[in-house]
């Protein structure tokens, strides 16, 4: 969960490379790193913590070079410091490295290098690869990573020069992400495009066991068996200003406030409302199997899979599909067996994490058809599942994730029903849910419109360190996604619940000092939450409710009521999820916590 980038070329590489890490720090920040190439002089300079400590130690030094490899930390091996700070060397220091995975049998090649003298400097996986490349180098520092790929097992995306092969950087990659960027200053590659989308958008995607040479004006990729492969160029949609925080003080709150146009984005291009039927072109070439298919397996990991979870309520909703919701880092373990023509539906935001991708594939193993829902183009999900849906919701850089939760949301709505309205679902509620679901972006402004109501009502409990958020059918999963992002962002404890299994519980923990977040619509679930809120009243914990606009008689029973506007039972999700995102956001400001970079996470989880 790291991030690297390098980069050759006609500029000198020192602030690249400086601005790429910075675009990637959400991937890892406990420390980084970056050596530049000058002929065979090489500098290299680590720091822990923030770029901005390396910034500061290497500001006002001269780095020459055109050619280097940078990067920026999230520890698996070895804790944040100096030396375990990438990039890492061999004994004589000829090659540089930098790698984002993890090397599993590192410590057996770690104590067989040892025995033939080695000493390491480090207690990171990594090192090791530096010492076997310099040990398999013999003019061709291709054929030396290439011979290393054979020797290791585990997963990498790694970039790495040598003193000897002057004007080159060869990357390689098995299960992490990397990307080569080409440009007329020169080429590129990274763990993503946000670190090069500032210099160019034509970039290729590295696959599993491939490894390329970057040099000034070229790039030449082969496989682990030294076969040349060609590959297209693909063109980015994303663009350098999407990947600032556009006069927000936070990425978090600056994709919150995205949600009405993701959610559009979502939906354009996607909707007949004459029909009340979405088109989703990306599924048509699975699409004659789809539609008879009975049984359908969601797998996702965090807040992907809470999406996931409201998936299934929706699913069965409209549509007469049997559904399972699996946790990825479970189901890969699973003893599987599915009935004939099953889907599994892959959510994930990123595209590369690394327990869905491992879950996909077991999956396929199995038998089963792969569909994604995916917002990282090109990613490793992506072109690991036959069809797919993309999010186009743009970047998403806060490590709290949120607009793409509210885009997971539409997007599978779209896509029950289009299934259900091939089942039995009628043209009129066909046409009906499309005009709510039209309705959104406008129902997500107003409540958004709201903020500074929401930001009252946490600077009355931040101080409170323990929270409940309940929720009944739909709305359970938002009550556990409310909790993961008061959770990450904020380190406040929360516990998401079914509000029927408060009574089974939590009520134990109900005090003057426990807030409890009560999601509870104008739905058929309503009158149940306001018993579960009246337990909580006669135990005098205190109240949020988060209800449907107009709906006075609450006011009298709890403490504080956020409004969202009226909308279809199986839409109130979409428009719940917001004052949750936001009461998460401003109890992690007031408490003064790193919003978009919280401690102990990373954007991207490519290591199980
Ligand atoms: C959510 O805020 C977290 N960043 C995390 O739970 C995330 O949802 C999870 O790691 C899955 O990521 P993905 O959607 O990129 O697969």
Not at 82 to 99: G, M, S
Not at 349 to 363: N, Y
Not at 422 to 432: A, K, P
Not at 563 to 572: Q, V, Y
Request: hydrophobic share 40%.
């Amino acid at each position: 969960m790291c991030g690297i980038v390098c980069y050759v070329g006609k500029k000198q590489a020192k602030s690249i490379l400086i601005g790429g890490l910075k675009q990637l720090e959400y991937r890892g920040y406990d420390s980084a790193g970056i050596a530049v190439q000058d002929g065979s002089n090489i500098t290299c300079h680590r720091a822990v913590g923030r770029i901005v400590e390396l910034e500061k130690k290497i500001n006002g030094q001269e780095i020459n070079g055109t050619l280097g490899i940078a990067h920026t930390r999230w520890a698996t091996h070895g804790e944040p410091n100096e030396r375990n700070a990438h990039p890492h060397t061999d004994p004589e220091q000829k090659v540089y490295l930098v790698h984002n995975g993890i090397i599993e049998n590192y410590g057996l090649l770690k104590k067989k290098l040892q025995k033939e003298g080695h000493h390491f400097s480090s207690e990171t996986d990594t090192e090791v690869l530096a010492h076997l490349i310099a040990l398999n180098f013999d003019g061709s520092l291709n054929e030396a990573v290439r011979r290393t790929m054979s020797q290791v097992e585990g997963t990498f995306g790694l970039a790495v020069i040598h003193r000897d092969a002057e004007g080159e950087i060869v990357v390689a990659r098995r299960g992490s992400p990397l990307i080569i960027g080409l440009s007329d200053e020169g080429n590129f590659a990274a763990s993503d495009v946000s670190a090069m989308v500032r210099y160019t958008n034509q970039v290729v995607h590295l696959q599993d066991n491939e490894l390329a040479t970057l040099t000034l004006d070229d790039f030449a990729i082969s496989t682990g068996q030294a076969k040349r492969i060609e590959r297209t160029v693909e063109t980015v949609e994303w663009h350098a200003e999407d990947a600032d925080l556009d006069g927000f003080p936070h990425f978090m709150l600056k994709e919150i406030y995205e949600q009405p146009e993701t959610v559009m984005n979502a939906m354009r291009g996607r909707l007949e409302p004459g029909e009340g039927v979405p088109k989703l072109g990306g599924i048509t070439p699975v699409w004659d199997q789809l539609k008879t298919c009975r049984h359908l397996v969601m797998v996702a990991c965090g807040t992907s899979y809470y999406a996931a979870c409201v998936g299934r309520y929706i699913f069965e909703k409209l549509t007469d599909i049997d559904v399972e919701v699996e946790l990825a880092s479970e189901f890969r373990y699973r003893k599987l067996n599915f009935p004939p023509n099953t889907f599994i539906v892959a959510l994930s935001q990123s595209g590369e994490t690394a327990d869905t991708l491992a879950a996909i594939r077991e999956a396929k193993r199995k038998g089963a058809r792969l569909l994604g829902i995916v917002n990282v183009v090109g990613s490793s999900i992506s072109r690991e599942t036959e069809a797919g849906i993309y999010n186009h919701a743009g970047p998403e850089i806060g490590v709290a994730s949120t607009k793409i939760f509210t885009s997971q949301l539409a997007i599978l709505t779209l896509m029950a029903l289009l299934l259900g309205r091939h089942q039995n679902l009628s043209l009129t509620e066909g046409v009906e849910a499309i005009r709510a679901l039209q309705a959104l972006p406008a129902q997500i402004k107003k409540i958004l419109s709201q903020a500074n109501h929401i930001e009252a009502i946490a600077e009355k409990y931040y101080r409170c360190p323990n929270w409940l958020f309940l929720g009944r059918k739909f709305n359970f999963p938002i009550a556990m996604e409310g909790a993961l992002k008061l959770k990450e962002v904020s380190y406040i404890h929360a516990e998401g619940y079914a509000a029927g299994e408060m009574k089974h519980g939590p009520i134990a923990l109900i005090s003057p000092q426990m807030p409890t977040v009560a999601i509870l619509p104008k739905d058929d679930m309503y009158e149940k939450m306001v018993s579960n809120i009246q337990e909580i009243k006669s135990r005098r914990g205190p109240v949020v409710a988060i209800t449907t606009e107009g709906n006075r008689e609450i006011c009298d029973l709890v403490d504080e009521v956020i409004e969202i506007p009226a909308t279809l039972d199986f839409l109130n999700p979409i428009l719940a999820v917001v004052p949750c995102q936001l009461l998460a956001y401003y109890c992690a400001n007031l408490l003064c916590c790193d919003i978009d970079k919280p401690r102990n996470l990373a954007k991207s989880v490519t290591v199980e």
